[in-house]
């Protein structure tokens, strides 16, 4: 029965997203500049005042970063999930020259969760397998709040 409630449940929040169109009614392509004020610096990555949130690294000609550029543009500017974003420089750590956070590559998604790293995608199927679970979550804790007020 709760499966029954789900799935239509998921689609009409799923449909609460909205796109930009432009004046040819086609979907609008984001950039990163309509994301600029959730742009942190790597020494800012855990003074966001948030229990848990994401972090994207990202390089504007990294090809793979590009492949999922409207993707992560889109659920952040949705406030679906809580989005911030670094370009990547020198001032970002590799893995093996650091000791402490670092990441190996771009693009890679952070999950932080009270001041720690809590989970690490590197590469585009990697970073969107995370995204969908995280998506899922978030629509399936949505969903427990709204049968627990029903019931």
Known sequence: ????????????????????????RQIKE???????????????LY????????VYIYQINCLHCNEIKQ?????????????YFIHYDDSVPLCGTDSGAC???T????????YEITKKATGSEEVKKTLIFELGEH?????FKIINIAL
């Open 107 to 114: 693009p890679t998604l952070l999950k932080i969760s009270n």
């Open 1 to 24: 029965m709760r499966k029954l409630i789900f799935l239509p449940l998921l689609f009409s929040l799923c449909s609460c997203v909205s796109f930009d169109y432009d004046t040819d």
């Open 139 to 143: 629509f399936k804790n949505i969903l």
């Open 47 to 54: 003074s966001i005042n948030e229990i848990n949130y994401f």
């Open 71 to 83: 993707d992560i543009l889109t659920i952040s500017l949705s406030n679906l999930l809580p989005i």
């Open 30 to 44: 984001f950039t990163y500049f309509d994301v600029e004020e959730k742009h942190i610096s790597w020494e800012e």
């Open 103 to 105: 990441i190996y590559g």
